[in-house]
């Protein structure tokens, strides 16, 4: 099966393909420009393979929490595809696919995103010999709030751009902590995950109604115009 996913919840901009048995992972750091480069980069990933996206038997993306515009772009891309070449996608959530591609197979992990006001979009899960435990699913919290409900029974790693504005808090709160700085998630994991998704439930990933982004908070606007409205 060939698979391509997308992930663009956070600064870090990831596509991965699955080309019969081979694994490829493009990615790089693209802040704010998501909507400006991402279909160009999907241009190119697929062209890289030798594909073409007739050829993808099933689309997949990371569908958050994250950035707003980010996890848009990548619903939105992929509902496009899925729709016009009435192909399956499944969505999962962004932190799922970075614990899943983390490579840990003993200790703790805290996947965060900056959300700013004191915020980050994280999530904490552990590994026992390879087995994946998620501990506190992906939501809208303070750093403090997860490394607080670590059990400090193992090492404690960090992924994710959450991690470099709290680094000072982390220091003092996790002294023993791994940060895997230039970390990206292992491509054969993440298309593991979407194509598990798809095969748990083949009819949910042709309702394209179901590709919707995982927000976790709301908007700066949807809070103002609540509180016109009071």
């Not at 010999?129 to 607080?148: A, C, R, T, V, W």
Request: hydrophobic share 40%; net charge negative.
């Amino acid at each position: 099966m060939n698979i391509l996913t997308i992930d663009t919840s956070a600064s870090l901009q990831i596509i991965t393909i699955r080309k019969e048995q081979s694994n490829y992972s493009f990615s790089w750091e693209a802040g704010l420009t998501h909507t400006t480069t991402l279909m160009d980069k999907i241009d190119s990933a697929l062209k890289e393979c030798s594909l073409s996206p007739e050829e993808i038997d099933l689309f997949g993306a990371g569908m958050g929490p994250g950035s707003f515009t980010g996890i848009r772009i990548a619903a939105s891309t992929i509902r496009m595809f899925a729709q016009v070449l009435r192909k399956p996608a499944a969505m999962a959530e962004t932190h799922r696919l970075y614990a899943e591609g983390s490579g840990i197979y003993d200790g703790s992990l805290i996947v965060s995103f900056d959300a700013k006001k004191n915020r980050v979009f994280g999530a904490l899960y552990s590994f026992s010999k390879g087995l994946l435990s998620e501990i506190i699913s992906p939501g809208d919290y303070s750093m403090e709030y997860l490394i607080n409900e670590y059990d400090g029974n193992s090492v404690l790693h960090f992924v994710g751009d959450g991690y470099l504005k709290y680094n000072d808090m982390v220091k003092k709160l996790a002294p023993d902590h791994i940060f895997h700085e230039k970390f990206i998630p292992e491509a054969s994991a993440i298309n593991s995950h979407i194509e598990n998704i798809y095969l748990k439930d083949r009819t949910a990933c042709m309702d394209f109604n179901k590709i919707i982004p995982f927000y976790r908070r709301k908007s700066d606007a949807e809070v103002l115009m609540e509180k016109n409205k009071e």
